[in-house]
Each structure stands twice: as structure tokens, then as C-alpha cells.
């Protein structure tokens, strides 16, 4: 406990437990379920990326097939095959390969796929073209997302060509491709109890790391060192680390919405906006907070953080089911608008200036994004024309902001270089909604009593 009386969430460090294979059958049979036996589905595994020359990226798995097998490693594809009597789940992955095991480590090989993952049947990787025509002969119909692998592509392609081909004489074979997102996003975007439980494991220690910087934050100090103290605590605390480049952006850079430079000395008297979450068991949080480098706000940065901390108050109190996905946008709108023409930033009413979209000027993303595996997760946001109504299980951020360019002229010197954003993790419960992300302060008088402790300590 801090002097200001700010507590860093009491949090257990430690590998992430795996979920339970019941969890992924129970998701491949609700999947299964809903394309039906004319159908198979294929998933395939997100490509290595490289860094430079030999160095590759490390490896991040594709979330649509992670969730639907837990199967981590690259060169995999899923086939579902529902109704198939003896195999409705098959794995294609690396073959178990001893001199890979010296360099990189143990991976599942075929044996492993079924023994650990439950697959019904597993192949090497390099054998699906001969395998897959005969597996999915007898379905009309293939889900597959054609997505940045341009290989599987070109080789699913390829495959239905053939199909086609065949099919005058083999009077069955695939000759509709459905994207499997129509039905696989829907379902993550609903959140299951062991689903909240990381994504609330992964709030609490974007939290922490959040509180850290709040309480160490020093003038003089560097942007990335700030982002280091965020990485250490994330990976500290069992998250694989931050679940997007973290923005460490001192007094102009935060106007800057997706800033990811983070190498500028922080200045007393300017604003910090930090905007980073963590990635807990492939679950994202996505916080930001915006606090003055000194120990208070200056009066226009105080105008500026009270405004939209109001609006993200009023944003947040719509999050509930039933209510459209964009209401929280238009509450945060209005408040946004009433206080800049207050401030004299913007003149006219608040109808026309909503109308015309004037306040873009100064607040020009949305307030919310789906938050889940993805950072910005997947799951329609309208359905034909109309916005999506809020439902129990999802998950969304609600930030709102105000950016104000060093170079605007039009509004008085203070003013100037200021950028604002106050974002938290909200999920929309049976009778509302719950803060996730609620432990780090956002109010001036809170942030105000721990910058004091800050930097007199
Ligand atoms: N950190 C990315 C976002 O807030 O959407
Ligand atoms: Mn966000
Ligand atoms: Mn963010």
C-alpha cells in the first residue's frame, strides 16, 4: 500500500494454467454443430514470420485455431469433419524430428496431436495435399478464411479446382467456400467463464504495471524506460508481455494516436499517455492513463483530463445488454462536445457540431473496440444495417480522448500539444457491467495524491 493508499493488485506469478480439453471439444462441437455434416472447416496455422536475415519473430499462434485446439506450435491445419464416424477432428502438424528437438525444443509431433491435443487422427504437415481430397470428398461445402497466408491460399485454390474437376464424375466434393468467421467470431466474441477469468488475470496485471508507472514515473526519465518497467512487470507477473507495441507518449507524442517511438526524455509540467495492456494466456487487456509528469495538472490539462474522464464516465454507465454497441460513442460525443464548446474549442450547438462530425478535429477514433484474444477482437460490430445490441459475455474497451495538435492555431496556446485518453476493459454482465480494469485511478484527486508521493520520495 502507497501513502495515497493506491494498492498494486496482489497477483501470483507463475506459468498460466492450460485450459481443459473439454474446453476446446466443447468449442469444436458448437462449431461442428452449426455447419453441419455437408460441411468440413479448415484452420491452418498462423506463418513464421522473419525479423531480419535468419531471426524470426516469436511465434505468435492464430487465434481462430488456437481456439478451437489449444495447439500451439506453427505448420499445423485443423480439419473438423462434423459427423465423420470415426475422425471428425484431424491435426496435420510437424512431424516429431530429434535434430529439431536439440535447437528449438519439444514439440507434439503426430503422436503427440492425439495424445495431448485429443485429435482423432493426425498426419505430418506435408501430407495433406494427398490426404485431404479423400477426407473431405463426400462434404459440399469448405470453411476456410482466406487470410494472410498467401501459400494456403493459393493451395486451397488449388484444391477446389480440383475439386470441381472431379466432381462431374465423383458426384460429391466441395463446391461452396464459407468463411468460417460468421460462425467461429460470434463465438469468441462471447466470453466464457474460463475466457473472463484471463481476460480478468490479464486486466489485473496491465494494472499493476499501470500503478507502477503511475508511482515511478520521474521527470527526466525516458519514454522507453517506462515501457520497460511495463514489460518487466507483464512478464513478471506470467503474462507473455504486452498485447501490442505499449504507447509511452510524454507531452506532444500523445497526440500522436498510435506513437510507438517511446525514445523522448519526459518533461516536468507535460502529460504522460500510456497506453498498454497485457496478454495473459492469449487474452489481451488494453488500458490507458493519462497523468502529469510533475505532481499536477496545469488548469488547461486539468480542463482537458475532466472533460474526458466525463465522457468516459457517461460512456461507461451505457454499457449494459440491450443497449446498442454504439451508445457508449454517442454519450461519450455529446459530453466531449458540450465541454469543448464550453471551452470555446468549438462554437455553434452541440447539434451541429455533431452533425457535421466538427468534434473529429480534436476526437477522431471510436470509443470502442471487442476485446479478447485480439486486442481488437473479432465479432461483427453491426448486423445488415443496423449497430449490434450489447450482450452479457462481451467484452469491450471504452476510450475516449481529446487531441489537441501542437500546431493548431485556432485554439489558445495552452491548449496546444495536449493529448488525453482514459481506456478500460468493460464487460457487459446480466444486469450491466463490470470494470475490469477498475484498480488503476483515473480521478484528479487520486492521481494527484500519488504524483505528489512520487516525486517527493
Ligand atoms: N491500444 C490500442 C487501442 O487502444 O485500441
Ligand atoms: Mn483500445
Ligand atoms: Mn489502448
Known amino acids: 500500500m502507497f501513502q495515497s493508499g493506491i494498492m498494486l493488485p496482489q497477483l501470483e506469478a507463475g506459468p498460466v494454467p492450460p485450459l481443459p480439453a473439454e474446453v476446446y471439444a466443447e468449442r469444436r462441437r458448437r462449431f461442428m454443430e452449426q455447419i453441419g455434416p455437408n460441411a468440413a472447416a479448415l484452420f491452418v496455422a498462423a506463418p513464421v514470420a522473419v525479423r531480419s536475415n535468419d531471426v524470426e519473430y516469436a511465434y505468435r499462434p492464430d487465434n481462430d485455431l488456437l481456439y ?6 506453427p505448420e499445423c491445419a485443423c480439419l473438423l469433419l462434423p459427423g465423420h464416424p470415426e475422425h471428425e477432428y484431424v491435426l496435420f502438424v510437424r512431424p516429431f524430428d530429434s535434430e529439431r ?6 514439440h507434439a509431433g503426430v503422436e503427440g496431436a492425439i495424445r495431448d491435443y485429443g485429435a482423432h487422427r493426425a498426419f505430418p504437415i506435408h501430407q495433406i495435399d494427398q490426404v485431404v481430397g479423400e477426407l473431405v470428398s463426400s462434404r459440399d461445402e469448405l470453411y476456410y478464411r482466406f487470410g494472410r497466408d498467401f501459400e494456403w491460399n493459393q493451395r486451397v485454390v488449388g484444391w477446389m479446382r480440383q475439386w470441381q474437376q472431379l466432381r462431374p464424375r465423383a458426384g460429391t466434393g466441395p463446391v461452396v467456400l464459407r468463411d468460417p468467421a460468421t460462425i467461429l467470431h460470434e463465438m469468441r466474441l462471447r466470453k466464457a467463464p474460463v475466457e473472463l477469468e484471463r481476460m480478468r488475470k490479464a486486466a489485473q496485471i496491465a494494472a499493476a504495471g499501470h500503478i507502477r508507472a503511475l508511482t515511478e514515473v520521474r521527470p527526466g526519465m525516458y519514454e522507453f524506460e517506462v515501457e520497460a518497467l511495463l514489460d518487466s512487470t507483464f512478464r513478471r507477473l506470467g503474462a507473455t508481455g504486452p498485447a501490442y507495441p505499449s504507447i509511452v507518449a510524454s507531452g506532444p507524442n500523445a497526440t500522436v494516436l498510435h506513437y510507438t517511438h517511446n525514445n523522448r526524455a519526459l518533461a516536468a509540467g507535460e502529460l504522460l499517455l500510456i497506453d498498454a495492456g497485457a496478454e495473459y494466456g492469449f ?38 445488454p440491450g443497449a446498442r454497441y454504439d451508445e457508449p460513442h454517442r454519450r461519450a ?27 473529429r478535429k480534436f476526437f477522431m477514433h471510436r470509443t470502442s473496440h471487442w476485446l479478447g484474444m485480439d486486442v481488437h477482437d473479432v465479432g461483427q460490430y453491426k448486423q445488415g444495417q443496423e449497430m449490434r445490441c450489447l450482450e452479457p459475455g462481451f467484452v469491450l474497451t471504452v476510450e475516449p480522448g481529446l487531441y489537441v495538435r501542437e500546431d493548431c492555431s485556432e485554439v489558445p496556446q495552452e491548449f496546444r500539444g495536449l493529448g488525453i485518453r482514459i481506456e478500460d476493459d468493460v464487460l457487459v454482465t446480466d444486469s450491466g457491467h463490470e470494470v475490469l480494469t477498475a484498480l488503476v485511478p483515473k480521478e484528479v484527486s487520486d492521481i494527484e495524491a500519488i504524483r505528489r508521493e512520487a516525486v517527493t520520495t
Open 333 to 359: 460525443v455529446e459530453v466531449l462536445v458540450d465541454g469543448l464548446i464550453h471551452l470555446g474549442l468549438l462554437k455553434g450547438s452541440r447539434e451541429e457540431n455533431i452533425e457535421q462530425e466538427r468534434y
Open 283 to 320: 487474452y489481451c487487456s488494453d488500458i490507458t492513463r493519462t497523468f502529469p509528469v510533475s505532481d499536477r495538472f496545469t488548469a488547461a490539462q486539468r480542463e482537458l483530463y475532466q472533460l474526458v474522464l466525463a465522457a468516459q464516465k457517461a460512456a461507461i454507465s451505457a454499457v449494459r
Open 68 to 73: 478451437l485446439t489449444g495447439f500451439p506450435e
Open 101 to 106: 528437438q536439440v535447437w528449438v525444443g519439444s
